[in-house]
């Protein structure tokens, strides 16, 4: 049982590129979730979804796209990459059962605009 | 939307003291309190939650509490170790959804 897997761990963009960041789980979880991480602060919301084929807007979700094909699958999107994006992304799932089941975080990916 | 404040940033203990971390929130829909402790380079891990229909909850050496009509939460370390040193987060959200507002953290130093 891997639990949330992303990848990749580090990653070097240009300025004005884009590219995908991997989210998968296998604990049959219905919500996933993606937020960034700057140095010094919490964590913020990017996006969610509550099941296959829903996504939905979180805090910051400027710059970024998701789409939620599968329910292991949740990858985050970034289409113009800019130095503000510099960041540590984690991406977290939980089961929707009944009451507050806790969010699973994966190890995060490092990203850094140039 | 919520907005989560914490405080301290810094807190500096000596080993066997008790640490206190506090959280305030904003919106009074928000049910659903957990707290995370984050390793340098790491992910963050649940540590305890609590939920708007309880007071307090304990786990060993670690407690948190709930004041609903202040709008604020705590977290309370006793007996610390070194083991404990790490940033801790406090968030407020719903039980339904969960979108978390996290507050900046906490970076507790337990010196033995």
């Known amino acids: 049982n891997a639990g949330v897997t992303q990848t990749p761990k580090f990653r070097i963009l240009k300025i004005g590129q884009s590219m995908t960041l991997q989210c998968t789980q296998d604990?049959?979880?219905?919500?996933m979730y993606w937020y960034r991480q700057d140095p010094g602060m919490g964590l913020k919301l990017i996006y969610y979804?509550?099941?296959?084929?829903?996504?939905d807007k979180g805090e910051v979700p400027n710059g970024y796209n998701v789409s939620r094909s599968t329910t292991e699958d949740f990858p985050l999107r970034l289409e113009l990459a800019a130095p503000s994006q510099t960041s540590v992304y984690f991406c977290?799932?939980?089961?929707?059962?009944?009451?507050?089941?806790?969010?699973?975080f994966g190890d995060g990916t490092r990203l850094s605009i140039l | 939307g919520e907005n989560v404040e914490q405080h301290p940033s810094t807190l500096s203990v000596q080993e066997g003291d008790s640490a206190v971390i506090k959280c305030t929130y904003s919106?009074?829909?928000?049910?659903?309190f957990p707290w995370y402790k984050q390793e340098l380079g790491k992910r963050p891990q649940l540590i305890i939650d609590?939920?708007?229909?309880?007071g307090e909850k304990k786990d060993q050496r670690i407690a948190v509490t709930l004041n609903k009509t202040a709008k604020h939460f705590s977290l309370h370390i006793t007996e610390t170790q070194p083991e404990d040193s790490a940033v801790y987060f406090c968030?407020?959200?719903?039980?339904?959804?969960?979108?978390?507002?996290f507050g900046t953290g906490t970076r507790l130093l337990v010196s033995p």
């Open positions: 977290a799932s939980r089961n929707s059962g009944q009451g507050s089941q806790p969010q699973h």
């Open positions: 604990m049959n979880h219905n919500y």
């Open positions: 979804s509550v099941g296959a084929g829903i996504t």
């Open positions: 919106d009074s829909a928000s049910n659903y």
């Open positions: 609590i939920r708007s229909n309880v």
């Open positions: 968030a407020a959200g719903n039980t339904g959804f969960q979108k978390l507002v």
